[in-house]
């Protein structure tokens, strides 16, 4: 990670992410409503929002929610920046984690039934994607060499090829991180589900727009993820990675438009599967190949 | 080695010793503490004389031509034998009996027709690690007997409403007595010294579990006394084995001796005793109970136990033999132990509501950690075990003495009762939060040195424990957040009781606070000064790329932001808030987050943290965890005894 590559993610991040981010979404809403044969808000709506959350007059349950929520978008951000900047991915990894566990205290700081119940659902979902995601940037190293991400750039053949199983795996807990039904149980945006946004029960005004510009970010985050699996030292790969990127995203919602929320211990049961199949699967195999 | 040398040494051990023999006959409060203080003072002034000396030095051999040293150590053998046996007889604990007794004659054995006959060059060492060890120890440790006095005064209030007799003379002398002890294993080369020393801390901690002499205090104590006294045996009969030269190896009694064999065949055996006494000090499973069981005891001792001395004298030992440990049978073994104990305590953590227990299980889980990184052996893997234990020193005492303090003004050790605890006592929730995201969280020391884990275990293949620290991770991340919230909650009707917390108390919470947010902000500094010269001398090793300085500073940068944007955030004046707590429109007073239930009374809506118990609790978790345990030691102890005796031929698998 160069000064040069940081200043250029620094600014291209944060001042672009957020645009591709809600743009993401008022597509996400489009074509969701379109699964639904609904017309939709218009592309633009997720913007619309939160402007007018940004103009609410200001209500606020105590003065430390605030607070976390912006230190979680801070987080969130440096963590994006030193994903784009080329890295270190296991830094990227920590510093996320860091940033949703602000979002979990800001919840548990109101006291609110609710949100705390969006909370220890949060924290529950934290523990079933980590240890995949713990993996995935173990297994990178051991596919490329390096922890940092720019270190795609000089291979022959982008990484899918290595650790199909651990996109696999990656794929899975996606679902999660992206907030889609079925793992939705902290935060959702379907309005049937018995618990809608529990972990953000006490926020609104500002405090609710930076939780869904934060959102945006990380959503960018992810499919960084999801990219960097389709990258190498070709320029073909622009092309296969925005195929890949729009083939998953799509997968996305309509596993979330397909799906009925499960309970907690289901979530945690089939992700720590799947972790485990994939993740040994793949390693070994990797292994393998490198003694022989 | 200068005379200032020798002179430093013999006061870190001698006079913890005599300021124990002092506290033993004062009886009033008052002056006692005064001692207590100032003692402690001294012993952690002389710990960091000491440390900063050493710390970064290449390292140094003292001979001490002196047998009646030897024979003092045979002596303190024989008490500590004594000792146990007596309890044993007194109580009827014919295990304990039979432990002492078997444990007396391998020492009277061992000395009496072995050890005499081995040249003995260097009897003391000093090098960074053991620095690093005496900081540990004299400084949080010293911490600790500080705070123990506002802490004791206080327990003895809650004693002599049951009329029990005030028996803290003995308690102080214990916790020196353990300070001087541990000194003893940290800088011994001679290892029947380090054995003497490792006995002591068995007996003390064992005195000290039993304290209070409820039923429930004896019981945990003898448990204690069994399992530790199974390793001091197996440390003996390690010793025997190498005074004796079996299968060809030349005899030897010189840690840095069976250091340089590098593990070779002929001291397979020792090296895997050794391990074994190791597992049972450092309470890896299936030896965690007595670990458990020590929180019978006043909070201090815990705090003792936990982060400064008797486990750490485990994975000190197990750290300093990593050279011998690597792909091999013992290597391996080692660290799945060490691996299996992070995984499966990580996720008993979770179903525990009990303060103390919970931490109680993160320390057997980060100690199983360390052990695992001993066992994987590389200067990487060391270099991450190291820090794991002084970050891990730093932040559990602040942790144990934020629980203690907090059990005594809000009368809980229940995370549960600490659901406003951020405005009934405000500066103990804050420390406690410190002290918890020490633990876990980025940008801390805990956290960086689990990523070295990470990458050293990534560098040598080992697959299985990759995997089982990501999902050892996440536990830690689930046990840890829910307690966080709890301690941040902000309550808008909580009355402050912070009031009557001692000096001492706060002297000893402000020092491991700034030790563990210090260390970390200080990390890439300390790891340059001190670690990696240890390392480059003991490995022949030059820092590689396990995290690349960049990283480091990354972390500290973060480290010092979060920490200057906190204390803003706290000392901002409070306002009131705007707008009470959503509760479906039932709400009656939501600062107390009462409701009109469906019979027009009035309830509280309450919210317990998910303990998921049916998953995760010690019905489930803890059976198949020992069955894995046991094999494991099985397998590797049997292993060792076929090759290291020589009875079977490996050929190349080593």
Redesign the interface.
């Given at each position: 990670?160069s000064v040069a590559s940081f200043i250029i993610s620094l600014f291209g991040f944060t001042i672009l992410a957020p645009l591709a981010g809600g743009l993401l979404a008022g597509i996400d809403r489009k074509v969701t409503a379109r699964l639904q044969s609904r017309v939709g808000p218009p592309l633009l709506q997720p913007f619309y929002d939160v402007a007018k959350l940004w103009h609410k007059e200001?209500?606020?349950?105590?003065?430390?929610q605030g607070?976390y929520v912006l230190?979680s978008l801070v987080f969130a951000i440096?963590a994006g920046v030193?994903f784009f900047a080329g890295?270190?991915f296991?830094?990227v990894v920590?510093?996320l984690?860091?940033s949703t566990?602000l979002f979990?205290?800001a919840?548990?700081?109101?006291?609110?039934?609710?949100?705390?119940?969006g909370?220890?659902r949060e924290?529950?979902q934290?523990?079933?994607y980590?240890?995949?995601v713990?993996?995935m940037s173990?297994t990178y190293?051991?596919a490329v060499g390096s922890?940092n991400t720019n270190a795609v750039l000089t291979l022959g053949r982008p990484i899918i090829t290595y650790l199909p199983l651990v996109f696999i795996g990656l794929l899975f807990i996606l679902t999660i991180k992206f907030r889609k039904s079925p793992f939705d149980l902290s935060y959702s945006h379907h309005a049937h589900q018995e618990l809608v946004k529990g972990i953000s029960?006490?926020m609104s005004g500002r405090t609710l727009a930076l939780v869904e510009v934060t959102h945006w970010y990380e959503n960018i985050l992810f499919l960084g993820w999801v990219g960097i699996f389709f990258v190498w030292g070709s320029w073909l790969a622009v092309l296969l990675t925005v195929v890949a990127l729009v083939v998953v995203y799509f997968l996305e919602i309509f596993i979330d438009n397909n799906f009925a929320r499960v309970k907690w211990?289901a979530m945690?049961k089939w992700a720590?599967l799947v972790?485990?199949v994939c993740?040994?699967v793949n390693?070994?195999s990797l292994?393998w190949s490198w003694l022989g | 080695m200068g005379s200032l040398t020798t002179l430093n040494l013999a006061f870190l051990i001698i006079f913890p010793v005599i300021a124990a023999g002092i506290l033993l006959v004062i009886r009033n409060e008052r002056v006692r503490g005064g001692f207590v203080v100032v003692m402690g003072a001294l012993i952690i002034l002389a710990s960091i004389t000491f440390g900063v000396r050493y710390i970064g030095g290449p390292g140094a051999y003292l001979s001490v031509d002196a047998d009646w040293l030897s024979y003092l150590a045979l002596a303190i053998d024989m008490i500590c034998c004594l000792y146990v046996l007596l309890k044993g007889i007194q109580h009827k604990r014919v295990w304990a009996v039979v432990l002492a007794l078997l444990q007396a004659v391998l020492v009277i054995c061992f000395e009496v027709f072995l050890a005499h006959h081995v040249q003995i060059t260097h009897e003391i060492y000093v090098d960074a690690f053991s620095a690093i060890m005496v900081l540990v120890i004299g400084v949080i440790g010293g911490g600790i007997c500080i705070y123990a006095n506002g802490y004791m005064v206080d327990f003895q209030k809650h004693e002599d409403e049951h009329n029990k007799p005030d028996r803290r003379p003995v308690f102080f002398s214990l916790m020196f007595v353990f300070l001087s002890a541990m000194f003893v294993i940290v800088l011994s080369n001679d290892m029947a010294w380090l054995l003497t020393g490792w006995e002591v801390t068995t007996v003390c901690s064992f005195a000290l579990i039993g304290y209070t002499r409820t039923d429930e205090a004896i019981r945990n104590s003898f448990r204690q006394i069994y399992m530790n006294l199974a390793g001091g045996i197996a440390f003996s009969v390690a010793l025997i084995i190498l005074a004796a030269g079996v299968n060809g190896a030349t005899p030897m009694l010189e840690l840095d001796k069976l250091i340089a064999s590098g593990g070779s065949v002929a001291v397979m055996l020792p090296v895997m005793l050794l391990c074994f006494a190791a597992f049972t000090k450092a309470a890896q499973m299936p030896f965690h109970t007595w670990l458990l069981g020590a929180m019978v005891a006043p909070t201090p001792t815990s705090a003792l136990l936990h982060s400064s001395t008797m486990v750490k004298a485990g994975v000190f030992l197990l750290i300093k033999l990593a050279p011998c440990l690597g792909w091999g049978f013992n290597g391996v073994t080692v660290a799945l132990v060490g691996g299996l104990t992070f995984l499966a305590c990580s996720l008993l953590a979770i179903s525990q509501s009990n303060a103390k227990r919970v931490l109680a299980y993160s320390t057997v889980a980060n100690l199983g950690l360390i052990v695992a990184c001993a066992g994987v052996g590389t200067a990487e893997a060391v270099w991450a075990a190291i820090f794991l234990l002084v970050f891990h020193a730093a932040a559990k005492s602040l942790l144990f003495l934020c629980v203690g303090t907090a059990e005594h003004h809000i009368g809980s050790r229940d995370i549960e009762d600490m659901d406003d605890l951020f405005d009934r006592l405000p500066r103990i929730s804050r420390l406690m939060a410190l002290g918890i995201l020490c633990m876990f969280m980025a940008p801390f020391g805990m956290l960086i040195s689990k990523w070295a884990t990470l990458v050293s275990l990534a560098d040598t293949g080992h697959l299985v424990l990759i995997v089982i620290l990501a999902f050892g991770s996440a536990a830690t991340f689930m046990f840890w957040a829910k307690w966080l919230g709890k301690v941040l909650a902000v309550s808008q009707s909580a009355h402050p009781v912070e009031k009557g917390v001692h000096r001492t108390e706060w002297f000893a919470l402000g020092l491991m606070a700034v030790l563990a947010l210090g260390l970390s902000i200080t990390f890439p500094l300390v790891s340059q000064v001190s670690v990696v010269p240890y390392l480059e001398s003991t490995f022949g090793w030059h820092l590689g790329s396990t995290i690349s300085f960049d990283n480091l500073a990354i972390m500290a940068v973060i480290a010092l932001f979060l920490f200057a944007i906190f204390i803003f955030q706290f000392i901002r004046p409070r306002k009131k808030p705007d707008i009470g707590i959503y509760m479906a429109g039932i709400g009656t007073d939501t600062e107390h987050r009462e409701y009109r239930n469906s019979l027009s009374g009035v309830s509280q809506a309450g919210q317990r943290n998910w303990y998921l118990s049916k998953a995760f609790g010690e019905k489930t978790v803890t059976p198949p965890a020992y069955i894995v345990s046991i094999v494991l030691i099985a397998v590797g102890l049997g292993a060792a005894v076929l090759i290291g005796l020589g009875l079977i031929q490996t050929g190349g698998l080593l």
């Open positions: 990670m200001r209500w606020t349950v105590n003065n430390y607070f230190m440096i030193i890295g270190n296991l830094l920590f510093i984690t860091l566990l979990v205290l919840a548990y700081s109101t006291r609110s039934p609710f949100a705390e119940m909370a220890e924290i529950v934290v523990m079933s980590e240890p995949m713990i993996i173990v190293y051991l922890f029960t006490e211990s945690l720590w972790t485990i993740a040994v390693m070994a292994n | -």
